[in-house]
């Protein structure tokens, strides 16, 4: 790219509406993967708040689980959002009808 193309796009990527967009477009994919982490990793959770329905000392026995789910959500979020952030939003013009293929990555 040479420079006069460079400028123009970099004057264009700091723009107030693409940094909008990328806020927008970031939130939704932090909402995506979070969800996807819930799904993933449900059945530790309910064990854990399950243990609170267990009255005695034993109650922590039962939240021990709840150790590895917030480690396994928090790594797939973290994974997840640095791989679509570089796919879908570094370096790119966004438009308002790109949410579909940023969240479903179905085809532009």
């Given at each position: 790219?040479d ?7 970099d004057a264009?990527?700091?723009?107030r509406s693409?940094?909008?967009?990328r806020?927008?477009?970031?939130a939704?994919?932090i909402?995506?993967?979070?969800v996807r982490?819930l799904?993933?990793?449900w059945?530790l ?5 399950s243990?609170?329905?267990?009255p005695?000392?034993?109650?922590w026995v039962?939240?021990l689980?709840l150790?590895?789910?917030v480690?396994?959500s928090?790594?797939?979020l973290?994974k997840g ?6 796919a879908?939003?570094r370096?790119?013009?966004?438009k ?6 940023a969240?479903f990555?179905?085809?532009?």
């Amino acid at each position: 790219m040479d420079e006069f193309t460079q400028a123009v796009f970099d004057a264009a990527y700091a723009s107030r509406s693409q940094r909008h967009l990328r806020l927008l477009f970031g939130a939704l994919l932090i909402l995506k993967h979070i969800v996807r982490g819930l799904l993933f990793s449900w059945p530790l959770y309910l064990l854990a708040f399950s243990g609170m329905a267990v009255p005695g000392f034993q109650t922590w026995v039962f939240l021990l689980p709840l150790i590895p789910a917030v480690v396994v959500s928090g790594f797939i979020l973290r994974k997840g959002l640095s791989e679509d952030y570089r796919a879908v939003l570094r370096g790119r013009l966004l438009k308002i009808r790109d949410v579909k293929w940023a969240l479903f990555g179905e085809g532009r």
